[in-house]
C-alpha cells in the first residue's frame, strides 16, 4: 500500500488492489456476463475504481467450453449496453486460482457447491480467495440471489442477467470501497 501526505499533514492509504474471479457452470454465459460488466465498470482510466481492482476474469466449474468465445446472446446483450471491447475464452477452475484472486464468486448454488468440493479435492481451505455467491451483494435481501442460466432461454433472460450483474457489481463495489465515491447511474 502507498502513502499519500494531504495539505494537513496527515498520512492516508490507497486501498488495497483487489482480484476478482467470477464462476459459472461452462464459462460462456453468466461469468463473462459478469466479467464483462465488472471490467467495463473498473478499467475504464475515468472509474473510480481503476486503481483499486487488479485482475479480473472468468471460468467455468465444468470443462465443456474451453477455448470457445461467449455466447452470442451475452456479447450481444454486452453490446447493447456499450460493453464493445470484451473478448474471453472459456476456460475450467484451476487450484491456483484460490490463491490467484481475492474473491471468486458463484453464479449460483450448484457453482458454490462445485467451487467448496474443488476447495476440499485440492486442500485450498485456507487459500487466499474468498469464495461466495455473487447474490449476496443483490442488496434486497438476507438470501443471496441467483444468477439464473440464461442458455436454454430467450434474450430476456440474458438481459436479467446482465441487470444483476451491473446491480451485484455496483453494490459489491460500494460495499468493498466506502470511502471511493462514484456515480450510481
Not at 465443456?64 to 456479447?75: K, L
Not at 475464452?89 to 484451476?94: L, N
Not at 441467483?146 to 451485484?168: N, S
Amino acid at each position: 500500500m502507498s502513502d499519500a501526505s494531504t495539505a494537513s499533514g496527515a498520512s492516508t492509504q490507497s486501498p488495497r488492489k483487489v482480484s476478482v474471479l467470477f464462476v459459472c457452470l461452462g464459462n460462456i454465459c453468466r461469468s463473462t456476463m459478469a466479467e464483462g460488466v465488472f471490467r467495463s465498470l473498473t478499467k475504464d482510466p475515468a472509474s473510480p475504481y481503476h486503481d483499486v481492482i487488479d485482475e479480473v476474469d472468468s471460468c467455468g466449474t465444468g470443462g465443456y467450453h474451453i477455448g470457445e468465445s461467449p455466447d452470442d446472446r451475452t456479447m450481444e446483450t454486452l453490446r447493447k449496453h456499450g460493453v464493445t471491447d470484451y473478448q474471453h475464452g472459456a476456460r475450467q477452475i484451476c487450484k491456483d486460482d484460490f490463491n490467484r484472486f481475492d474473491y471468486i464468486f458463484a453464479m449460483d448454488d450448484s457453482n458454490l457447491e462445485n467451487l467448496r468440493r474443488f476447495q476440499q479435492r485440492w486442500k485450498t481451505k485456507n487459500a487466499k480467495a474468498e469464495v461466495k455467491m455473487f447474490g449476496e451483494f443483490s442488496g434486497t435481501s438476507n438470501r443471496a440471489e441467483v444468477v439464473e442460466d440464461p442458455y436454454y432461454y430467450g434474450r430476456d433472460a440474458f438481459e436479467k442477467a446482465y441487470e444483476q450483474c451491473r446491480g451485484f457489481s455496483a453494490n459489491f463495489l460500494r460495499d468493498t470501497f466506502p470511502d471511493i465515491k462514484a456515480d450510481s447511474s
